[in-house]
Each structure stands twice: as C-alpha cells, then as structure tokens.
C-alpha cells in the first residue's frame, strides 16, 4: 500500500457515468471496474474498489459465493437484506444498521431480499436498496469475521458519524472496526441546509445515494453523483434536500 498522495485532485462522477448490471432481479450501478464491466483506467480509488448501488427485488437476490482477502461494507437505505455465511452468522441488515464481513482466508455468503424466511412473516413486496463496499485489508489471511452494530440514533446528529473503521484514532468510537488501519466510513444523514465537513485526507471518496446535497467549490450533487478527492479536504457539503452521504477517508492507496 503506498501512503504518498498525487497533486490535488476533486474528480467528480456523475450517476449516469457508471456502469450498470441490469437483470430480471438486480438494479445494480458500479461505481469501479466490477465482474465483466473492466476498465483499467476505474479500478480503485484510495483503498475503495466497490462501490456498488443495488437494488434488489423481493424474494431475490446474492445466492452462495465466495469471498478472499477483502474487507466487505454493506449500507442499507431502504427494506432489508438477509445476510448468510460459512461462518455460521445469520441476521438482517435494515436502515440505520452499520454491518461488515471480513472475508479473511475465504468465506462463502448469501445476501437476499427474503426476511420472512427468517420472520415466518407474510412475504413482502418491497425491494431491497443498499450500497455495498469492498475495501483491501492491510494483511491478508486473516480469520473471517462478521460484526453488525445498530447506530440510527447516533445518526440523528446530523454530522459524520464514524461507520466502520480500522484508524486508532477511531478506536473505541466506530460502530464497527475493519482490518485496515488506513481507512474509515462516514455517514450522515440531513436535513436541508445542514452542513458537514469532509475529512482532510490524501484520499476521500463522497458517494450521494440519496437527496441533494451542494459540495462547496463543486456545486450541485444528487443521488448517485460521487467525487473522488486526492490530496485536498475539507469541504463543505450542504444538503438542499433530505440527504444520506457516504464518506469514505482514506490514509493510503492500493499500489500499482
């Protein structure tokens, strides 16, 4: 992993740039390069290598697969997703629930829009929205391991709140801890004309899933938008409308 940023950067990508996976079941926008869609010039940025906007509909969804070495970060905005996996955990992730999986020296999971399987509910018929994403982990061979932390109060601040996070500095403060010490995800939620500051890092990476927001310097975002920040930070993200932000800070990069 290399530490050295480039000459300051803020690369803006909108929505409609992304590669998308659309099938009978799956709504699924990529952020990177993902499954067949390669483009050696959108691999990564920073630590970040998916950023994958899905929309999964009920009864559907991930069947069993594997996963090796990579740090698995999984954001639901709206219904819920049934996670599985070879290591025996098993829960549903909802709105407001901070979750992770550490594949480690490989583990295998499902995730599908299915919880009354688990409920012994009615079958709904809402689809599942989520953002799901994968980050290096600074060693490999590690144990697999799952952690899931339910944080909707602490989002009620309106300001970033630490998500997942391997940072010391985040020690003790993040709902969740990831097994790379470079790397953190924020999150907050505003109300219009609320205002945070984007972390001072050699590598930020903003996603909007959801509302507008106005990136100062930058101007107008919506959902989908993101920007990819390199050696610059601290800027002013002000929603214009109800709005969720993903912020990913990032302390060091994948080396070529």
């Known amino acids: 992993m290399n530490t ?37 010039a959108n691999t990564h940025h920073g630590l970040l290598l998916v950023n994958n906007d899905d929309i999964v509909k009920p009864g559907s969804g991930f069947e069993t697969h594997p996963h090796r070495d ?6 639901v905005l709206q219904g819920s997703l049934v996670h599985q996996d070879s290591t025996g ?24 829009n299915d919880s009354w399987r688990l409920s012994g509910t009615d079958a709904h018929t809402d689809p599942v929205h989520f953002v799901q994403m994968w980050v ?19 989002l009620l601040s309106g300001g ?3 998500v997942a996070s391997g940072m010391d500095r985040h020690d003790g403060a993040s709902a969740i801890r990831i097994r790379n010490r470079h790397a953190a995800l924020h999150v907050a939620r505003l109300h219009p004309g609320q205002s945070v500051e984007l972390p ?57």
């Open 160 to 162: 970033l709140i630490p």
């Open 4 to 40: 050295t940023a480039n000459h300051p950067r803020i690369d803006v990508r909108r929505a409609g740039e992304r590669s998308a996976t659309k099938i009978d079941w799956l709504d699924s926008k990529h952020s990177f390069s993902f499954g067949g869609r390669y483009d050696p």
């Open 136 to 154: 290096l982990p600074d060693e490999g061979g590690i144990t697999p391991g799952y952690e899931q932390l339910e944080i909707d109060n602490e």
């Open 70 to 75: 990579m740090e698995i970060v999984t954001w």
């Open 200 to 256: 001072d890092a050699p590598f930020v990476h903003l996603f909007i899933p959801r509302g507008k927001v106005a990136l100062e310097g930058v101007g107008p975002l919506a959902a989908g938008d993101a920007v990819r920040f390199t050696a610059i930070g601290g800027q002013q993200v002000t929603a214009v409308e109800p709005a969720e932000i993903l912020v990913w800070e990032m302390h060091a990069t994948i080396a070529h």
């Open 89 to 112: 955990h098993s829960g549903v992730i909802y709105p407001g629930l901070a979750q992770r999986m550490s594949a480690g020296t490989g583990i295998l999971h499902s995730e599908k």
